[in-house]
């Protein structure tokens, strides 16, 4: 039987590991759906011992725990894993990792964030003073953020557990090893938290005479052995007492520098005669050297400074989204099926423009900046907006490459089809094509890891979570009520942080610049024609949650009777 054809694939593909794992834990001592066991099971366990892997610990799931587990990242299903040992592999593969990461919400991600930059394994209660600060700074709002974090972290990191991110019980909470890989801080990829590498890093190329002349100069009694050198300055600069003692001495200049890096990024350059507060620094190790022209300050610093913050803002709740100004509904639709209808043609204008023979495909694939200039000034749009356009068409197949030797974008076959249809139906096209693509054209124009820059129709735009995204926010613009309208911007504002989701690490936050991406560009009149949000994007994301609740596929609905005549008249 496919796994399409069954009710939940989820399920089944658990059963079969549980039957033909031969590690499994046998049903009768396995947990309870809540995480509980039988008290007729009890007895016959005897003691557990703590989950010493990542596969150990799945084998201890109950059979509800792994189909979740499966849900939340189907990707572990294809190909179905022959047991669980294979399914733990498979989630702790760098590209697993990297979507299961790209769909988490704010407050999770920080928590993974903040696990990464703990000791490992690491405590609940130090994982929660990451989070919360050691409450000695004098920050305005820190107990009311504090007591927030207390409450949402235990369903932070149960998200985190339920994706197997995260294993291990309370004392001994463990990220999975390519999660700490692409979120811990490194040269090349820095820590979203902004936090350095730590003193025991930092170090680990410095000769031992080094290690005694900042010994000596910090206070500190010398000692011949490195390890042990290493473990009295981490003592130090995790010593509140002692450490606050020494910064008393600094110069204010000095002080100064450590301001400067204590929020990230933590490496800044150094000249071969430093001035005396870099020098200072330097000599008491607040400042190590990463290479002869550039420092870094050490971990347990950098959260001596900021009181033992991994974050400096955490985000524990999203904020809320309030109206703030009256629109007339009727007005709000009437501008949205003009934008609508502006959408039809300006799609349709396009494909006229490369209807002759488009534009060359670069070597690398996609459009050359030259020629999406070219084609924003046929569409009198900006180079952004066109770029959305162009990407827009691209997703919906109206447009795609000629298979020629000299290979050249052209309208398809299927666009013939599209401009034969009705108003409606080629709107309700190109929605159905927009929704779930993963395409991102507001990165056109950045560059990526490297250094290169990102053209439209390229090969470096696809980001997994652009649709869980778009979801996100159309669900929020259907939950607000319809009158009064919220404006545009103050809407877009709070939807920015309720639709916010695990960034992709490490590949660079995607800048929203063009329409289709919340909160950019796009949110202005200009591109939208009211500060309002109308009846159609509410629609959709109803019809969505519905499709996902029956497991059907998703059809963007029609527009209203409204929005219908609207067009059919202009057209």
């Not at 997703?395 to 249809?421: H, I, M, Q």
């Not at 309700?428 to 490297?450: F, I, M, N, S």
Request: with cysteine.
């Amino acid at each position: 039987m496919l796994l399409g054809q069954v009710a939940d694939p989820a399920q089944v593909v658990v059963d079969e590991l549980v039957a033909l794992d031969p590690h499994a834990v046998h049903p009768l001592y396995r947990p309870c759906p809540d995480g509980s066991v039988s008290a007729a099971n009890v007895g016959r366990m005897g003691t557990t011992t703590p989950p010493r892997t990542l596969a150990e610990a799945l084998r201890a799931r109950g059979d509800e725990s792994l189909a979740g587990l499966l849900r939340a990242r189907p990707d572990l299903l294809n190909p179905v894993p022959n047991d669980i040992t294979q399914l733990a592999t498979r989630a702790g593969t760098r590209a697993s990792v990297v979507r299961a990461l790209e769909h988490l919400d704010r407050f999770a991600l920080q928590t993974a964030e903040a696990l990464a930059v703990a000791p490992d394994p690491a405590p609940y209660d130090i994982l929660l003073s990451l989070l919360t600060g050691d409450g000695l700074d004098d920050g305005e709002q820190r107990d009311d953020v504090g007591a927030a974090v207390t409450a949402a972290l235990p369903g932070a990191l149960a998200t985190l557990r339920e994706q197997a991110l995260v294993w291990g019980e309370d004392e001994r909470l463990r990220l999975v090893r390519t999660a700490r890989e692409l979120l811990a801080p490194s040269p090349q990829h820095p820590s979203p938290t902004g936090l350095g590498p730590t003193v025991a890093e930092a170090t680990a190329g410095m000769s031992p005479g080094r290690l005694q002349e900042i010994l000596t100069t910090a206070g500190l009694h010398a000692t011949h052995d490195p390890v042990s050198a290493v473990a009295a300055l981490s003592a130090l600069f995790t010593d509140r007492t002692r450490m606050a003692e020494l910064l008393d001495t600094a110069p204010v200049e000095a002080l100064s520098v450590l301001d400067r890096l204590v929020w990230g990024p933590p490496y800044g350059e150094v000249t071969p005669n430093p001035t005396p507060p870099v020098k200072w620094l330097r000599d008491r190790g607040l400042l190590l050297p990463v290479s002869t022209r550039t420092v870094v300050l050490p971990r347990e610093a950098a959260l001596h400074l900021r009181a033992g913050r991994a974050h400096r803002v955490p985000e524990p709740a999203p904020p809320v989204v309030t109206a703030a100004a009256e629109r007339d509904p009727q007005a709000v639709d009437r501008a949205a099926a003009g934008q609508a209808f502006t959408a039809l043609s300006t799609v349709e204008e396009l494909l006229k423009l490369w209807n002759g023979g488009g534009p060359a495909i670069l070597r690398a694939g996609g459009l050359s900046v030259r020629e999406l200039k070219r084609t924003a000034t046929a569409l009198d749009v900006t180079e952004p907006i066109a770029a959305f356009w162009v990407e827009l068409a691209y997703a919906a197949g109206l447009l795609a490459t000629d298979g020629e030797s000299d290979e050249r974008y052209a309208p398809t076959p299927a666009s013939d089809e599209w401009l034969d249809l009705s108003a409606q139906h080629r709107w309700t096209h190109l929605a159905t094509a927009w929704l779930p693509a993963t395409r991102v054209p507001g990165l056109v124009g950045g560059q990526d890891a490297k250094g290169r820059a990102l053209s439209a129709l390229g090969p470096e735009l696809d980001r997994s979570a652009a649709p869980d995204v778009r979801r996100r926010v159309l669900a929020l613009f259907a939950e607000l009520p319809r009158a009064p309208r919220p404006t545009r911007r103050r809407c877009c504002d709070g939807c920015a942080g309720n639709a916010r989701c695990g960034v992709p690490r490490p590949q660079e936050r995607a800048p929203t610049s063009a329409p289709g991406s919340p909160c950019g560009r796009s949110t202005r009149p200009s591109s939208w024609g009211s500060r309002a949000g109308a009846r159609c994007p509410r629609r959709l994301a109803r019809c969505w949650r519905r499709a996902r609740r029956r497991r059907r596929p998703f059809w963007p609905p029609s527009c209203p009777n409204r929005w219908t005549t609207s067009c059919s008249r202009r057209t």
